[in-house]
């Protein structure tokens, strides 16, 4: 499987990547997303988001677990940090959610491998040499030919 890696400069830049990326997904499809605190995985979901003509507002998950926005297809946006166990996100149902056609997108996606289809494209946020870089190792590399 190739992998593709991106480096980005500001948030902007992460969002601008997040929304080519977004516009060659289909129906079904799942976005891991790797990284601490601050790597800026919300702001990547943020520039999805656009990429799949979300026009809301896009929050961290809070109480509700898994956020919805009506785009071209139905976006859903959960945060693993904020959930217990493997168990409990398993009581999500990462397939149905799957089932209608949308994609989903996973912050933390380490704390619940165990439910992610293989399916999945894993994105995995490093640092960079200075504040606002952040290196991006998305695999597989959605920008591979014939795949
Ligand atoms: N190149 C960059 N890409 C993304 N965010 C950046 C970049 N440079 C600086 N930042 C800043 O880093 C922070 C990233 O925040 P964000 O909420 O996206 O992180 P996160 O990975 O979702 O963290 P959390 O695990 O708390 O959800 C923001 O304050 C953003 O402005
Ligand atoms: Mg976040």
Not at 8 to 20: K, M, N
């Amino acid at each position: 499987m190739k992998t593709r890696i991106v480096r980005t400069g500001s948030p902007a830049e992460t969002r601008q990547i997040a929304r080519r990326l977004a516009q060659r997904l289909g129906a079904g499809a799942v976005v891991a997303l790797y990284g601490p605190l601050g790597a800026g995985k919300t702001e990547f979901v943020r520039g999805a988001a656009r990429g799949l003509d979300v026009r809301e507002v896009v929050r961290s998950p809070g109480y509700t677990l898994i956020n919805e926005y009506r785009g071209r297809v139905p976006v859903f946006h959960v945060d693993f940090y904020r959930i217990g166990s493997e168990s409990e996100m398993a009581t999500l149902g990462v397939e149905e959610y799957l089932e209608c056609g949308g994609v989903l997108f996973i912050e933390w996606a380490e704390r619940g491998e165990g439910i992610l289809p293989e399916s999945a494209i894993r994105i995995r946020f490093f640092p960079g040499e200075h504040e606002n870089e952040r290196v991006l190792e998305i695999e597989p590399d959605p920008w591979a030919e014939g795949e």
